[in-house]
């Protein structure tokens, strides 16, 4: 049985601003919720990825994934902290037999402010099946529970028009966008990535298409990236669809073994932030679904190495108004005031 151990903490920074006219300004396009009680079951899939093709030829294209099932759990916002909690749906036996046994354990902390969000992640996946673009669909797909993945690290985003459009609205819903807007926006990477195999990734058939020295079974590789791109938020009265995409640079150090080979490697390559988000969201009531995934291409020797990762959820939440200490922000709990002034540093 594949096993998922899932959790997030999403920290919602509380809002002291200021300029009175940037706040009215941004209370005309966006709505808040700090003071509220939500809570709301929720529907998680998790996973990572890795694909390999020929950088002349994307055909064939190799790519691994662990089978791992969606997660089902629960979430909760009280002074202005999310919580959510998941675990793994059992795996059924006819799937095991098709795709093979893969273990994963996933942690995330999310923190969402007004202007930017920050994602920071521990991933580690044990046991994947192979697909080859270029074959028939098998009735059991190879598998390799020798292969195993640890991926940490952070992504971040900026936007540059936090008064028009709202990271909160399209993605925990501790806001609602009230107008249709949208942003630019810089999308951060930085992570570490460690691939161990006990055999080599793609063995002696594929040599001819991929080459011998990048048949590997060890690769290490640390990302640094920024990429520009654009969000946007459609809203019709209640109902919402969000998009957005960064597209840019990533320099890579990279270190890979085989039979033949053991080099490092530095290189400029590339990175792809894709978030889509929609859903319904009132005053009390809310759901909606999100998918986002960050790519990082590696190319070295004759092959491009991508790895992937990836988040789908669904949500259906309910909110309740607060009255007294339920109304505070965990910031107001800190003594000497430290709390607003750290909030106050961190919204604006």
Same mark, same amino acid.
């Given at each position: 049985?594949?096993?998922?151990?899932?959790?997030?903490?999403?920290?919602?920074?509380?809002?002291?601003?200021?300029?009175?006219?940037?706040?009215?300004?941004?209370?005309?396009?966006?709505?808040?919720?700090?003071?509220?009680?939500?809570?709301?079951?929720?529907?998680?899939?998790?996973?990572?990825?890795?694909?390999?093709?020929?950088?002349?030829?994307?055909?064939?294209?190799?790519?691994?994934?662990?089978?791992?099932?969606? %997660? !089902?759990?629960?979430?909760?916002?009280?002074?202005?902290? /999310?919580?959510?909690?998941?675990? *793994? $749906?059992?795996?059924? +036996? @006819?799937?095991?037999?098709?795709?093979?046994?893969?273990?994963?354990?996933?942690?995330?902390?999310?923190?969402?402010?007004?202007?930017?969000?920050?994602?920071?992640?521990?991933?580690?996946?044990?046991?994947?099946?192979?697909?080859?673009?270029?074959?028939?669909?098998?009735?059991?797909?190879?598998?390799?529970?020798?292969?195993?993945?640890?991926?940490?690290?952070?992504?971040?985003?900026?936007?540059?028009?936090?008064?028009?459009?709202?990271?909160?609205?399209?993605?925990?819903?501790?806001?609602?966008?009230?107008?249709?807007?949208? %942003? !630019?926006?810089?999308?951060?990477?930085?992570?570490?990535? /460690?691939?161990?195999?006990?055999? *080599? $990734?793609?063995?002696? +058939? @594929?040599?001819?298409?991929?080459?011998?020295?990048?048949?590997?079974?060890?690769?290490?590789?640390?990302?640094?990236?920024?990429?520009?791109?654009?969000?946007?938020?459609?809203?019709?009265?209640?109902?919402?669809?969000?998009?957005?995409?960064?597209?840019?640079?990533?320099?890579?150090?990279?270190?890979?073994?085989?039979?033949?080979?053991?080099?490092?490697?530095?290189?400029?390559?590339?990175?792809?932030?894709?978030?889509?988000?929609?859903?319904?969201?009132?005053?009390?009531?809310?759901?909606?679904?999100?998918?986002?995934?960050? %790519?990082?291409?590696?190319?070295?020797?004759?092959?491009?190495?991508?790895?992937?990762?990836?988040?789908?959820?669904?949500?259906?939440? @309910?909110?309740?108004?607060?009255?007294?200490?339920?109304?505070?922000?965990?910031?107001?709990?800190?003594?000497?005031?430290?709390?607003?002034?750290?909030?106050?540093?961190?919204?604006?």
């Amino acid at each position: 049985m594949g096993k998922l151990l899932s959790s997030a903490i999403l920290l919602l920074l509380p809002s002291y601003t200021f300029s009175a006219d940037l706040d009215s300004l941004r209370n005309k396009n966006i709505r808040s919720y700090k003071e509220y009680f939500f809570l709301w079951p929720v529907i998680k899939q998790r996973s990572t990825s890795f694909e390999i093709t020929n950088q002349i030829s994307s055909n064939p294209k190799l790519t691994y994934r662990p089978n791992v099932n969606s %997660s !089902f759990g629960i979430g909760m916002h009280l002074f202005r902290v /999310s919580f959510e909690l998941s675990l *793994s $749906i059992p795996t059924d +036996s @006819y799937k095991q037999k098709v795709f093979g046994h893969s273990n994963a354990k996933d942690y995330q902390l999310n923190i969402l402010s007004k202007g930017w969000g920050v994602n920071v992640f521990t991933q580690q996946y044990n046991g994947f099946y192979q697909l080859d673009s270029g074959k028939p669909t098998p009735a059991i797909y190879p598998q390799r529970p020798d292969i195993s993945t640890w991926n940490t690290g952070a992504n971040g985003i900026y936007l540059f028009d936090k008064n028009k459009y709202s990271l909160r609205a399209a993605y925990n819903f501790s806001e609602r966008q009230l107008k249709s807007g949208g %942003s !630019f926006l810089l999308s951060g990477n930085v992570n570490t990535f /460690s691939l161990r195999a006990d055999s *080599s $990734i793609y063995g002696t +058939s @594929y040599k001819p298409i991929f080459g011998a020295n990048a048949d590997f079974n060890k690769l290490d590789y640390t990302v640094f990236s920024v990429a520009p791109g654009y969000a946007h938020t459609f809203v019709f009265n209640y109902f919402f669809v969000n998009g957005s995409l960064a597209i840019g640079p990533a320099q890579h150090w990279v270190y890979y073994q085989s039979a033949t080979a053991a080099r490092h490697e530095s290189a400029l390559n590339s990175f792809v932030d894709l978030r889509l988000s929609a859903g319904y969201n009132s005053d009390r009531f809310f759901a909606g679904m999100s998918f986002v995934a960050q %790519s990082r291409n590696i190319k070295f020797e004759q092959i491009q190495f991508t790895n992937t990762t990836s988040v789908f959820r669904m949500v259906v939440g @309910y909110r309740i108004g607060v009255l007294g200490i339920l109304k505070k922000s965990i910031w107001d709990f800190l003594p000497f005031g430290i709390g607003k002034k750290l909030a106050a540093k961190t919204e604006d």
